[in-house]
């Protein structure tokens, strides 16, 4: 259980409004939401000169490529011309609508308009209303509207998720026009829509779901938008096409079965499920985005507001693995669950979507961005004493980099929210709202989180009568959330997360203050009640470690490099926390001079720890890192050390013996393996991911300059099934798995013959697991190459 789901039970979970049961709340254009100094400025800023270093004409060269056309400059490496080339040039347009919105930018509205009319060009040249950038994309498409549709979780007819990536161009025209106000760009979203129209209009429902198998960002969520902006039904009932069915019924009907399974797969069709819900009343789809959103937010989310591990989103049973693996929340996640937030928060006004999304800005989205650089994080580590990874522009574009341009530039997007009689303030922050239909305006002084009260001043044209809802957040306890007007207080009875009301006639100069006291509580791992964050009102706390092996600290354009691959450090030799949770956060104390900075040197064990200083963790960067903490007894310290010493010992030592690595199944894994098949497909058993089949599939590993490996595989001991493995054409090994431990998983080691690896390409060994007539080849749920004289060097 984690923080949400105690301040629900705290509060009372607010019942359920029926879709269209309660006027609609809507956020404020960013044109309308000035943000001042602070950190939300600062961000959006940095964001801005980077989206301003990159190349409009490399990021469009995809596009003019398919359309025909000369480019005018060479694609960007990395993402952008590995198969999902011209995924990130949706969110570049995006990211400078939103930034020029916000800032009042000339700039990016220049770059902005530029790159729609060069789009616009190529969808001319097209001619059918087309325009993207996946490599082969006529084909594609023709084969997909005749129905040959062979469709993986990955793929789509052997190209790299090739509607994902046409949504972004979706989406980026979309903002293009409604938040850049580039009139250009609605005709060509339009023609754009027409073409998906066509494209699907002689598959039959099946087709349309198989199709859907394959990763497809929000094209519901977006083909709704252009139904919203033309004011024509027919591209709402597109939309609803696109509802993926294999998500939506279990939802519907209330039941969680999200473990195991890709995790921003499935956050977009979600949000694209409530924004159809809000347009046609549709219950059933408004119910599946908030079951959704609380099965996340409640129950698979960590102190930051991220979720998933490795990019799955895991068992209750895996949240060990948070603790153990490298690759924490993905960046993408959290950002599409604060618009799933956002959409769900229009419909039903409630404070539990603001609290989260106050803890995802504040936790996740900002300590994502390099506060001087500006590289973007995919992975966010939690194993205590990691690091993260940044990007590095003009080399990396990997989704949480592309992402991560509209991320950085929308910070103003929730702050504010309004119906026709009422102002909700939802995050607190320095800003001005311009409320120019109610012609109000309202500036907020504040230096929080640095500072625990806010004031809001109102300058107004003429006496106006609205009601004002000042979020109470649940991080304050009852009692604690105090108001005055114009000094004198008010008498007010609320509870966390709720919104106080002060309905008045509002008058020039008109000022509200509002206290905000923050406590630091210790919040468990969800279901691992061992391991805590330490969190100071809304904003976790972590503690620097170190700055040693950060491997790769600034991503290459290798295909993995957004991965913190460098060396793992003991889990069991970290610093852990001794007492009971209250007792640990009362010996918190202050540094004097340092905002949000504090030591916690008694509760610290080994004492080595004792000078370490706890800090906001979107202010630690560029260092090894704890963010959560063992919390143990004094008296079951020693016995949790002796106890976690062997295991450890082993996982490092495999670590350090593994040359490379497949992880079956999972996206990121494959792809930068160049995993290719025929009849092959993935699944999950006892929460881990296989991959098996009755063809064959392969992954290219690479041994480097060892002469010395050996193959590695995890099979589950209950199977019973024949196959070969094949390295390189030759065969490795004759398998016959015939159940040799029923209920257990098993690893297998295969040497690797030395003239294999001295025969083989600059060392890149393509393993091969083929099926026998009649059998399976798998499953395979790990695939390492090791190097055994370093794990032998361990024992």
């Known amino acids: 259980m984690n923080w949400l789901s105690l301040g629900l039970l705290a509060v009372g979970v607010v019942p359920q409004i029926a879709v269209g049961e309660a006027g609609r709340v809507e956020m404020f254009p960013l044109a309308e939401v000035e943000l001042l100094d602070g950190p939300l400025r600062h961000a959006v800023e940095v964001n801005r000169a980077t989206l301003l270093r990159h190349d409009a004409d490399r990021l469009l060269a995809p596009f003019l490529l398919e359309a025909g056309l000369k480019p005018k400059a060479p694609k960007y490496p990395n993402w952008e011309n590995t198969g999902l080339d011209g995924h990130t040039g949706g ?3 995006s990211g400078l609508a939103n930034t020029a919105a916000a800032l009042d930018d000339d700039a990016c509205r220049e770059r902005l308009a530029y790159a729609v009319a060069e789009l616009a060009r190529c969808q001319e040249a097209s001619g059918d209303g087309f325009v993207g950038g996946t490599p082969g994309s006529r084909e594609l498409w023709e084969q997909v509207a005749c129905g040959d549709i062979r469709a993986g979780g990955f793929s789509l007819n052997d190209r790299w998720v090739p509607l994902y990536n046409l949504h972004k161009t979706f989406a980026g025209l979309r903002d293009a026009y409604r938040v850049g106000g580039v009139e250009q760009a609605k005709d060509v979203l339009v023609r754009l829509a027409d073409w998906c129209d066509t494209l699907v209009a002689n598959l039959d429902d099946a087709q349309m779901q198989t199709m859907l198998q394959s990763e497809h960002g929000g094209m519901n969520e977006v083909l709704a938008d252009v139904s919203v902006i033309t004011g024509d039904e027919k591209y709402l009932r597109l939309a609803e096409r696109f509802n993926h069915r294999w998500l939506l019924d279990p939802l519907a009907a209330g039941k969680d079965q999200l473990s195991g399974i890709h995790a921003n797969t499935q956050v977009p069709k979600v949000v694209g499920f409530q924004k159809i819900a809000s347009l046609n009343g549709d219950q059933r789809l408004h119910d599946a985005a908030l079951k959704f959103w609380e099965i996340v937010v409640g129950h698979r989310t960590i102190a930051i507001g991220g979720n998933s591990i490795s990019e799955f989103f895991p068992a209750p049973s895996q949240s060990i693995r948070w603790i153990e693996q490298r690759e924490g929340p993905e960046t993408c996640n959290t950002y599409n669950m604060m618009r799933l937030s956002e959409e769900l928060f229009a419909v039903s006004p409630e404070a539990r979507f603001a609290d989260f999304y106050e803890r995802a800005v504040y936790n996740h989205a900002l300590s994502a961005q390099h506060p001087e650089h500006g590289g973007y994080v995919y992975f966010t580590p939690a194993r205590p004493r990691h690091y993260r990874v940044y990007s590095q522009p003009e080399v990396c574009f990997w989704c949480c980099v592309a992402s991560g341009m509209e991320n950085q530039s929308r910070y103003g997007q929730f702050l504010y929210a309004h119906d ?279 992954y290219v590993l690479n041994a480097g300059d060892n002469r010395d490996a050996t193959l590695r595989v995890t099979y589950f001991g209950s199977d019973q099934r024949r196959f070969t493995i094949n390295v390189n054409g030759k065969e490795l090994a004759d398998v016959d798995f015939d159940a040799p431990k029923p209920g257990e998983f098993v690893e297998i080691d295969y040497p690797v013959p030395a003239e294999m690896i001295e025969t083989a390409d600059d060392g890149a060994l393509a393993v091969r697991f083929a099926a026998k007539p009649g059998s399976m080849a798998g499953g395979v749920f790990d695939v390492r190459l090791i190097d055994p004289a370093k794990l032998k060097e361990s024992d």
Do not use: C
Request: glycine content about 6%; proline content about 7%; overall charge negative.
């Open 91 to 93: 969110h570049y347009l």
């Open 420 to 698: 026709p009689e009422s102002l909700y303030v939802n995050l607190y922050a320095p800003s001005k709202l311009h409320w120019r239909e109610k012609g109000v305006g309202v500036h907020q002084a504040t230096r929080f989180p640095d500072e625990e009260r806010t004031s809001l001043t109102f300058s107004v044209e003429k006496p106006v009568t609205i009601s004002l809802r000042l979020r109470h957040p649940s991080w304050v306890p009852a009692g604690d959330f105090k108001v005055t007007i114009n000094g004198e207080a008010q008498i007010i009875d609320s509870k966390p997360s709720s919104y106080v009301e002060l309905k008045r006639e509002w008058r020039e100069g008109d000022r509200v203050d509002v206290e905000l006291p923050m406590h630091t509580v210790a919040e468990p791992l969800p279901y691992l009640d061992d391991y805590v964050a330490l969190v100071h009102g809304p904003i976790v706390l972590a503690a620097k470690t170190g700055t040693e092996d950060l491997d790769g600290l600034i991503a290459d354009e290798a295909r993995m490099a957004h991965v913190a691959a460098g060396p793992l450090e003991p889990t069991n030799e970290a610093p852990m926390l001794i007492g009971a949770a209250e007792e640990v956060t009362q010996q918190l104390r202050p540094v004097a001079g340092k905002p949000l900075t504090f030591t916690l040197a008694d509760a610290i064990r080994p004492d080595a720890f004792d000078g370490i200083e706890l800090t906001p963790f979107f202010r630690v960067h560029d260092a090894r890192y704890m963010l959560y903490w063992r919390q143990l007894t004094e008296a079951g310290y020693a016995a949790a050390l002796a106890a976690a010493e062997a295991a450890e010992r082993a996982q490092l030592a495999l670590d350090r013996a593994t040359i490379d690595h497949v992880l079956p199944g999972e996206q990121q894994s494959e792809v930068g393996h160049q995993f290719r098949d025929e009849q092959s497909e993935t699944g999950v058993w006892l929460s881990r991911r296989y991959r098996h089949g009755s063809g064959w599939f392969e």
